[in-house]
């Protein structure tokens, strides 16, 4: 029902920024909230952000507040994660996903992207 695509990847210097974004397919977008969740492998998928359908309610992880931002538009149907003062333990593949449940518990998303990857370098 749901297609994600991410772009945005990359390789990065510590304390530069990147800007990530997900293009979401289908017509009933803004009923979705969207997330955000990162992996590195031998690690369990980690919640970064989320934003309610609306985009009046947002969450992050709380090593994360203040560096990383997530915003939606849903007139062009994407979701952005805007990401500041990148450290190394900040590289992992990034994923977007779709649900019908505002929440940071990656098990209720319905719909998941490829992913994109973000490599921090020291």
């Known amino acids: 029902q749901v297609q994600l695509v991410e772009s945005g990847g990359g390789l990065v210097q510590t304390g530069g920024s990147l800007r990530l974004s997900c293009l979401a397919s289908?017509?009933?977008?803004?009923?979705?909230?969207m997330g955000w969740f990162r992996q590195t492998p031998g690690k369990e998928r980690e919640f970064v952000a989320a934003?309610?359908?609306?985009?009046?309610?947002?969450s992050y992880a709380e090593s994360l507040k203040g560096r990383f931002t997530i915003s939606r538009d849903n007139a062009k149907t994407t979701v952005s994660l805007q990401m500041n003062s990148l450290r190394p333990e900040d590289t992992a593949v990034y994923y977007c996903?779709?649900?019908?449940?505002?929440?940071?518990?990656?098990?209720?998303?319905?719909?998941w992207g490829q992913g994109t990857q973000v490599t921090v370098s020291s």
């Open positions: 996903a779709a649900g019908t449940i505002y929440s940071q518990r990656a098990a209720l998303y319905d719909y």
């Open positions: 289908g017509r009933t977008f803004s009923t979705y909230t």
């Open positions: 934003i309610s359908g609306s985009g009046s309610s947002r």
